[in-house]
C-alpha cells in the first residue's frame, strides 16, 4: 500500500469524522435531522465505507455500510417514529471506533479492533426503526429501487477527436498470445453477507491493475451501475485479462482476495474465447461517452420550481426525538447557501513539514539580516545607499514573514467545536444539564498552538461540568436556570490570543481547595497571606483534585495540571478566578505565534538576554532611593503607588563586571499573568525581530529554575537567551 496513499485516505477519513460528529452534535440540540443533514451524514458514510473498503480496512467500511443504511433508509421512506438521539448515538460511537483506528493507522500500526458488536447493535437499531414504523425489517431498499429503476439512462456524448486507438497489448494480430504472454478468464464469488460487493470487486480490479497487461470486467461499470452488486451477487466478477504471470501466480494473487467463497480461473488461447473482449475502437468510444463535463450543470429557475412543487407535494419528515405522530417538516438548511463558481481551483493542500521548513527559511533570512545591517564592520560609516537598501529589504522580509505567517494560521473553530461532545457526553453521564456556548471560534492561532490548545481546553470544560455547573435540581433551589452554560470565547489582544471558559455553577470553593492545599504540603507562607487569586490556582498543582472519590472525569489530579504545562510549553500562562455561586471563569493568554517575535535585547556585563516584548510594560532608569528593601531582605520598588520586586540579573546568573548601581541601570517592568515585578539591567539594546531557537537538552532540563526559555542569533552573531517572565516570576515566588 503506497504512503502518499495511506496518508490521504487518513487525512480524508477525518475530516469527514469531524463534518460527521459536528453535523449529529448540532441536529440533536436542533431537535432533529433536517433534510440536508440526513443526506451529508449519508454522503460522509458512504465515502468513508468505499474508501476504507479499497483500503483493504474491512471492519471500518462495514461499520460506516451499516450506520449508511440508517440514513438511507430515512432518506427514502422518511419514518415518523424516530429516535434522534440514539441516532446521534450511533454515529458517535462510529465516529470514536473509526478515528482510533486511524489514530492506530497514522501511527504504523494495523488497524485491528473489531466493529462486529457495533454493527449488529446498528442493524438491531434498524430493524426496530422498521418494525416501529409499519415497514418490513427483511426487505432490502436497495434492491426495491434498483428493481424499480431499470429505466436506460439517456447516454450524453462529447464530441472531440479520438485517440486512433492503440493495438492489442500482448497478443498477435490473430489474438492469440504473444511472447510470455498469457490469457486467463477469472470469475470471483464473494461470501454472502460479505455486502458492498461491487467495492470489493473495484479493490480485485485495483490489485490486478500493476500485474496485467489489458484487462476487462463484467460488469463493466461497477461502481457507477446500481445493480453491478446484484450481478456479482448472482453471476460472480468475472475478469478478462493478459498477463506475463503464470496459472500459479494467478491464481495466489485472486485466492488473496478478501471475503473470498469460489475462484473459476482458466487460461484460454485466444482473446477470442472471452466471453467479454472489448475491440479499441468500442474501448475509444466508451471513453469519449463516460467524460465528465468540466463544470456541472446548475439546474434552471423552472427546474428549481418544479423541484419545489415536488418537495411541497412530498414533503420529507425531519426527525424529532421521542416522535410518534406526523411532525411538520424543518427547512433545509442548505437552501440559502450562496453558489460559489471556480474556488475549487484556488485552493490547494501543502504538507504541513513543507510550511514548518519554510518558516524555518524565513527565521534564517531574519538572522541573515540583522546580521548584516548590524554588521559591526559598519560602525561608524555613513552609508545612505546602504540604509535605503536596508530598509527596503527590512520591508521585503516583513512582508515576507506575515505572508508565510498567515499561512500557518488556521481558526480555533474546529477545536472549539471539539467541545460540543466533551459537553454533552458529560452532561448525558452526570445527569446534568448544560450548553457550550462559543463565541470569537474564527479567531486565528499558530497552526502548532491550535495542536496543543486541545488537550487544556478539554480538561477546563471538563472541570467547569464536573465542578462547576450544578445538578438541575440544585439550580431550580438556588433561583437558576436547570440549563447550565459553558462560555468559551476567544479574542486577539495585541500579539495574543485571550481565550475564556466561563461557567455559571457554584464557583470554587475556597476553603475547600485550601484544606486540601494544606494537606497536600503546598503552603508556604502564612494561609492569611495567600490572596483568592493564589488559592484558586492551587487546582493547576500536580496530584491535586478536591473530589474524595474517582471517577470517570475527575478525582485522580492529574487533569489541570496537564493545562498548566500545555500552556507554558506554548509560551502562554493561565488565570482562574471565581465568584461562589455565581461561577468561574479561566482565562488563558498565548502568543499568536511561537516561531518569530519581537523582542527587547538587553544587556547584563558581557551577556546578552531577550525579553519578549509583549511582557514588558515600561522600562526607565530609576531614581536615586527608588529601590529599597523590604523586612525580607527582597529589593522592591514603588510604582504608580504599586510596590513590585526587582531582580538583578547579574545575581541571579552570576555575572561579573555589570552595572551595581541601580541609577546606572535600566529597570524593565515584567507582567506575568496578574503580578508585576521589575528587571534590573546594564543597558537596552532595541527592540528586533527574534528567532526562537530551542535550548540544549542539558539546559531544558533546568529551564524551570533558571528562567530561560529558549535561544536567539544576534546581528553580531553572538548568542542572546531569552528569559520567560513566567519562569522569572516563579522564582521571585518560590
Known amino acids: 500500500m503506497a504512503e502518499p496513499m495511506v496518508e490521504v485516505f487518513i487525512y480524508e477519513t477525518r475530516q469527514f469524522l469531524e463534518q460527521l460528529e459536528q453535523i449529529s452534535l448540532a441536529s440533536e440540540e436542533n431537535g432533529g435531522f433536517s433534510v440536508d443533514d440526513v443526506n451529508e451524514i449519508f454522503r460522509a458514510m458512504h465515502t468513508i465505507k468505499g474508501s476504507a473498503a479499497m483500503m483493504m480496512f474491512d471492519e471500518v467500511s462495514t461499520l460506516a455500510h451499516s450506520v449508511e443504511d440508517i440514513f438511507y433508509y430515512i432518506r427514502e421512506l422518511h419514518p415518523q417514529k424516530v429516535d434522534a438521539t440514539a441516532i446521534t448515538d450511533i454515529v458517535l460511537n462510529a465516529v470514536d471506533f473509526i478515528r482510533i483506528e486511524m489514530d492506530k493507522l497514522d501511527g504504523g500500526a494495523q488497524p485491528d479492533a473489531s466493529s462486529q458488536e457495533l454493527r449488529e447493535y446498528t442493524k438491531n437499531f434498524l430493524r426496530e426503526m422498521k418494525i416501529a414504523n409499519g415497514d418490513d425489517p427483511d426487505v432490502d431498499l436497495r434492491k426495491v429501487k434498483n428493481a424499480g429503476q431499470q429505466k436506460p439512462k439517456p447516454k450524453q456524448y462529447y464530441i472531440g477527436a479520438a485517440k486512433q486507438p492503440e493495438p492489442d497489448k500482448g497478443t498477435n494480430a490473430d489474438g492469440s498470445p504473444g511472447e510470455g504472454v498469457h490469457i486467463f478468464a477469472a470469475t470471483v464469488f464473494f461470501q454472502d453477507g460479505c455486502e458492498m460487493e461491487e467495492v470489493r470487486a473495484f479493490g480485485v480490479l485495483n490489485n490486478l491493475k500493476d500485474k496485467v497487461i489489458e484487462i476487462h470486467n463484467l460488469p463493466e461499470k461497477i461502481l457507477e451501475d446500481d445493480t453491478a452488486a446484484d450481478t456479482i451477487k448472482s453471476l460472480g466478477f468475472r475478469l478478462f485479462f493478459t498477463t506475463k504471470l503464470n496459472y500459479e501466480q494467478i491464481e495466489k494473487e485472486l485466492d488473496q482476495t478478501i471475503f473470498l467463497e469460489k475462484l473459476e480461473l482458466k487460461e484460454l488461447n485466444s482473446i477470442a474465447e472471452c466471453e467479454y473482449w472489448p475491440s479499441p475502437e468500442t474501448v475509444s468510444i466508451n471513453a469519449l461517452e463516460n467524460t465528465d463535463p468540466i463544470k456541472p450543470k446548475l439546474p434552471t429557475s423552472s427546474e428549481n420550481e418544479a423541484q419545489e412543487e415536488a418537495d411541497n407535494a412530498n414533503p420529507p419528515a425531519s426527525i424529532l426525538p421521542g416522535q410518534t405522530s406526523g411532525p411538520a417538516p424543518m427547512p433545509s438548511q442548505g437552501s440559502n447557501k450562496p453558489v460559489h463558481h471556480g474556488e475549487g481551483s484556488q485552493m490547494i493542500s501543502v504538507r504541513v513539514d513543507k510550511l514548518d521548513r519554510l518558516m524555518d527559511l524565513v527565521g534564517e533570512l531574519v538572522i541573515a539580516e540583522a546580521m548584516v545591517v548590524q554588521n559591526p564592520d559598519l560602525a561608524g560609516l555613513e552609508l545612505d545607499n546602504f540604509q535605503k537598501a536596508a530598509r527596503q529589504l527590512h520591508k521585503i522580509n516583513g512582508e515576507l514573514q506575515d505572508s508565510v505567517m498567515s499561512l500557518r494560521m488556521v481558526p480555533l473553530d474546529g477545536t472549539f467545536k471539539k467541545m ?315
Open 420 to 734: 460540543n461532545r466533551i459537553v454533552r457526553d458529560m452532561t448525558k453521564k452526570l445527569g446534568k444539564k448544560a450548553r457550550l456556548v462559543l463565541v470569537g471560534q474564527d479567531t486565528e492561532v499558530d497552526k502548532n498552538i491550535n495542536e496543543h490548545i486541545s488537550d487544556p481546553l478539554m480538561h477546563i470544560v471538563r472541570n467547569s461540568i464536573d465542578h462547576g455547573i450544578e445538578m438541575p435540581e440544585v439550580r431550580k433551589e438556588a433561583g437558576k436556570n436547570e440549563m447550565g452554560t459553558v462560555v468559551l470565547s476567544a479574542e486577539n489582544a495585541g500579539g495574543e490570543v485571550v481565550i475564556k471558559i466561563k461557567d455559571d455553577g457554584g464557583g470554587l470553593n475556597k476553603e475547600k481547595i485550601l484544606d486540601r492545599a494544606r494537606k497536600n504540603g503546598l503552603l508556604t507562607r502564612p494561609e492569611e497571606e495567600y490572596t483568592d487569586g493564589e488559592i484558586y490556582s492551587f487546582i493547576f498543582a500536580p496530584g491535586f483534585s478536591t473530589k474524595e472519590k474517582v471517577t470517570e472525569f475527575s478525582g485522580r489530579g492529574v487533569g489541570m495540571d496537564v493545562v498548566v504545562s500545555n500552556i507554558k510549553a506554548l509560551g502562554g500562562h493561565v488565570l482562574v478566578d471565581s465568584n461562589p455561586g455565581q461561577g468561574s471563569l479561566t482565562t488563558i493568554r498565548i502568543p499568536l505565534t511561537l516561531a518569530i517575535i519581537d523582542g527587547m535585547s538587553v544587556t547584563v556585563g558581557q551577556s546578552s538576554f531577550t525579553i519578549p516584548i509583549s511582557s514588558i510594560s515600561r522600562s526607565f532608569r530609576p531614581a536615586p532611593g527608588q529601590i529599597f528593601r523590604d523586612p525580607e531582605g527582597q529589593e522592591m520598588i514603588m510604582v504608580q503607588e504599586k510596590c513590585c520586586p526587582v531582580v538583578r540579573l547579574n545575581e541571579l546568573y552570576n555575572i561579573e563586571d555589570a552595572v551595581t548601581e541601580p541609577t546606572e541601570g535600566v529597570v524593565m517592568l515584567l507582567e506575568a499573568g496578574d503580578r508585576t515585578f521589575g528587571v534590573l539591567a546594564d543597558r537596552l539594546l532595541g527592540v528586533q525581530e527574534i528567532v526562537v531557537k530551542p535550548v540544549p537538552a542539558y539546559i531544558s532540563k533546568v529551564m524551570n529554575t533558571t528562567g530561560i526559555s529558549g535561544c536567539t542569533l544576534l546581528g553580531d552573531g553572538s548568542i542572546s537567551l531569552i528569559l520567560d517572565p513566567q519562569r522569572l516570576h516563579h522564582m521571585i515566588y518560590s
